[in-house]
């Protein structure tokens, strides 16, 4: 099937109701810790969204990090929030959306970055893009929010 996917800068504001939606979204995938909705959104000085537009209809967004740490030498293009619409998933557009950010990361000069829960099923789409685990974060769950 053909798609004619585009990124289209957008204020980051625009996607504040998105991002509470895609938290609810990863109370599906992080059984360990379940988001706070509570929780004022905010945005780095250096975060930029943009829509992800199929034939101009919005399918989804992507919000993008340029991170620098001068002690370590690592410049790095951060991957903060990759979400699209459920209807829209299993369907190659997510390949084709990291293939741009890819390219952009190239052009920039930096390494492709981000963090991902253990059970997101975008793993394998991470992985079947060259991502490679850097390091691990295991955690030790003792309290239960729900229970405070």
């Known amino acids: ?18 991002i509470y939606k895609i938290w609810h979204h990863h109370d599906t995938i992080d059984k360990l810790y379940q988001c706070d909705y509570e929780t004022e959104i905010k945005f780095g000085k250096n975060e930029v969204y943009y829509k992800i537009l199929n034939d101009n209809k919005e399918i989804g967004f992507i919000g993008l990090d340029l991170r620098d740490d001068e002690i370590l030498n690592q410049h790095t293009l951060y991957i903060s929030r990759f979400y699209i619409d ?4 299993g369907m190659g557009i997510g390949e084709i959306v990291l293939k741009k950010v890819i390219s952009m990361a190239k052009d920039m000069n930096r390494d492709l970055e981000l963090e991902v829960f253990g059970d997101n099923p ?17 955690i030790l769950k003792l309290i239960d929010k729900k229970e405070v």
């Open 1 to 18: 099937m053909n798609y004619n996917i585009t990124l289209e800068r957008e204020n980051n504001e625009y996607f504040k109701d998105w």
């Open 86 to 89: 459920d209807n829209y998933r």
């Open 122 to 138: 975008a793993i394998h789409l991470y992985e079947k893009m060259g991502f490679k685990v850097h390091y691990k974060d295991m």
